[in-house]
């Protein structure tokens, strides 16, 4: 049973919508942010990465970076950008590809203790520092303002709902720079958030699709607010008792986090391809001799050789592309080993070109499909000496591995399009 319920939003006016709402702060590099923020200087890209507005190096988590995003936030409420719900609401938001492929989800808020407890289920592992950054970010902005995107496994009742809202007059309309369509809907009539309301309660879970850090820093910062409510009731609170006023808030407000959640149907994962620096000391014919051990390999090839199914990837090397096909003996059956990753990661990666550990290696490096393989071939002609093309997980491999409780490899999922940040905000 999922508690997701309806929040008192706030949002930017219409006419400001288009140039506030910006991409999640954790796709740009520092110096993409500040070119962003050149060209939209609305950008709630200045609030979620404000290094990028500070004119020199700063240490992380320096107090300066916090104080920063909460000064240009609460410029941004003074000064008429947002505007703020009376009530609470659950908000539709459909995002269209420049295809034509539309996904729909809902925007509400959702529980802390469900995440805690399981019910939110999680695929991918977390870095304590980087989730300091959003901690501090979320607790100094008093806010939360980055959505994170979960799915689950619907049964058709919230659709039903959306097809009736998504009828109407939507609240915002707009076509970001980069070909997306965003179009939101606020849903304002009784009937509509209580079927909304009880589908989730029926919903045994929910997953996390993109911003791992961001839920485990949106439930940590209300973990320590939750402390700091017991500490000033009187509770035993861990000795937590000097935080003062601004943490003694409505309890809803901080037991629960922004999220968009989309059914599972609506969903498609792209590929998340590798680059590697160096051959580990092999030549080509060293390489390719070391790779047949447990694949098959096709080429030499002109066409990029983009993997069209389970088990087969592409290599691009030396200005020629490949084609591996997994040998059946090397595929284990486990819902984690048996990933394409995994399966790259643990017969090529590792014992071929000595990455033992992607998270920390830096001669390997991370391409989101959205790029294309042309994005390969270019890393490969300019800083790379390797490049590999995979076939991207599906959502029910997602599924199976977050309900075994288990985690994927680094960098296994991209998904596109990414629901923008600054259009809805949680205060706490």
């Given at each position: 049973m999922a508690d997701v319920i309806p929040f008192s939003c706030i949002r930017p006016r219409k006419d400001k919508v288009s140039e506030v709402a910006a991409l999640p702060y954790d796709v740009y590099s520092l110096e993409e942010a500040r070119a962003e923020i050149g060209r939209h200087p609305d950008s709630f890209l200045r609030i979620d990465l404000p290094e990028a507005t500070i004119g020199h190096p700063l240490l992380p988590h320096d107090d300066r970076i916090y104080e920063k995003a909460r000064s240009l936030l609460s410029d941004a409420f003074e000064d008429g950008t947002y505007v703020a719900d009376d009530t609470p609401?659950?908000?539709?938001?459909?995002?269209?590809?420049?295809?034509?492929?539309?996904?729909?989800?809902?925007?509400?808020?959702?529980?802390?203790?469900?995440?805690?407890?399981?019910?939110?289920?999680?695929?991918?592992?977390?870095?304590?520092?980087?989730?300091?950054?959003?901690?501090?970010?979320?607790?100094?902005?008093?806010?939360?303002?980055g959505p994170i995107f979960l799915a689950f496994r619907s049964d058709g009742t919230?659709?039903?709902?959306?097809?009736?809202?998504?009828?109407?007059?939507?609240?915002?309309?707009?076509?970001?720079?980069?070909?997306?369509?965003?179009?939101?809907?606020?849903?304002?009539?009784?009937q509509s958030?209580?079927?909304?309301?009880?589908?989730?309660?029926?919903?045994?879970?929910?997953?996390?699709?993109?911003?791992?850090?961001?839920?485990?820093?949106?439930?940590?910062?209300?973990?320590?607010?939750?402390?700091?409510?017991?500490?000033?009731?009187?509770?035993?609170?861990g000795g937590r008792c000097d935080s003062g006023g601004r943490h003694a808030v409505d309890a809803l407000a901080s037991d629960h986090f922004l999220s968009i959640i989309f059914p599972s149907s609506q969903l498609v994962?792209?590929?998340?391809?590798?680059?590697?620096?160096?051959?580990?000391?092999?030549?080509?014919?060293?390489?390719?001799?070391?790779?047949?051990?447990?694949?098959?390999?096709?080429?030499?090839?002109?066409?990029?050789?983009?993997?069209?199914?389970?088990?087969?990837?592409?290599?691009y090397v030396?200005?020629?592309?490949?084609?591996?096909?997994?040998?059946?003996?090397?595929?284990?059956?486990?819902p984690v080993a048996g990933l394409d990753v995994s399966v790259l990661q643990d017969r090529l990666l590792a014992p071929v070109l000595g990455i033992e550990d992607p998270r920390t290696d830096e001669r390997i490096d991370f391409v989101g499909g959205v790029r294309g393989l042309a994005e390969l071939e270019r890393r490969v002609e300019t800083d790379m000496a390797v490049a590999f093309a995979l076939f991207p997980p599906s959502i029910e491999e997602l599924f199976a591995v977050a309900d075994e409780g288990q985690l994927m490899p680094p960098k296994s999922t991209w998904f596109e399009p990414k629901p923008r940040s600054g259009i809805f905000i949680h205060r706490i």
């Open positions: 609401h659950y908000f539709f938001y459909c995002l269209t590809a420049t295809d034509g492929r539309k996904q729909v989800g809902v925007v509400a808020c959702s529980s802390v203790d469900d995440y805690r407890e399981g019910v939110i289920k999680r695929h991918e592992k977390t870095k304590p520092a980087k989730e300091v950054d959003r901690i501090r970010h979320i607790d100094t902005c008093c806010a939360h303002t919230i659709e039903q709902v959306m097809e009736q809202a998504c009828a109407g007059t939507p609240l915002y309309d707009f076509v970001a720079d980069d070909g997306i369509r965003h179009t939101i809907w606020r849903v304002d009539d009784a958030t209580a079927t909304i309301r009880q589908a989730f309660e029926d919903t045994p879970a929910l997953y996390i699709a993109d911003g791992h850090h961001r839920a485990a820093s949106a439930v940590k910062a209300g973990l320590l607010r939750r402390e700091a409510r017991e500490c000033d009731s009187g509770g035993t609170a994962i792209l590929d998340y391809n590798r680059v590697v620096k160096d051959l580990n000391g092999l030549s080509l014919e060293e390489l390719l001799g070391r790779i047949g051990e447990c694949f098959e390999v096709s080429g030499p090839q002109e066409a990029p050789a983009k993997p069209a199914s389970k088990g087969s990837f592409g290599m030396e200005g020629s592309w490949y084609r591996l096909d997994i040998k059946g003996a090397c595929v284990p059956d486990d």
